[in-house]
């Protein structure tokens, strides 16, 4: 089994940055490929972004692209968000999640573990 745990959310002001963690234990972090996605009140969980279990590969959504990036640590077992230039649109529970695979997926439905999510709040 795998645990996700996220952290470093919190309350920013529009224009600015936060980094996210995902903390993973319980099995062999580098075989797996990760996400993040975010819901907000009321809405469905949308992707944000993706990595390969190498790092090799990343996608994005396009709400995101140029401003967030994704990377992980296999050393350290834990997956980043850095978003910058928040915007309030980006407010939402972000979560990471963990598929058990070579390849990545931009769906729900593509990962079998997942955090319990870590709120931001971006201000205008």
């Known amino acids: 089994q795998v645990q996700l745990v996220e952290s470093g959310g919190g309350l920013v002001q529009a224009g600015g940055s936060l980094r996210l963690s995902c903390a993973a234990s319980g099995r062999t972090f580098r075989n797996y490929a990760m996400g993040w996605f975010r819901q907000a009140p009321g809405k469905e969980r949308e992707f944000v972004a993706a990595i390969s279990w190498s790092g090799g590969n990343t996608h994005y959504a396009d709400s995101v692209k140029g401003r967030f990036t994704i990377s992980r640590d296999n050393a350290k077992n834990t997956v980043y968000l850095q978003m910058n230039s928040l915007k309030p649109e980006d407010t939402a529970v972000y979560y990471c999640?963990?598929?058990?695979?070579?390849?990545?997926?931009?769906?729900?439905?593509?990962?079998?573990?997942w955090g319990q999510g870590t709120q931001v709040t971006v201000s205008s």
């Open positions: 999640a963990a598929d058990p695979d070579l390849h990545i997926a931009t769906t729900v439905e593509g990962y079998d573990y």
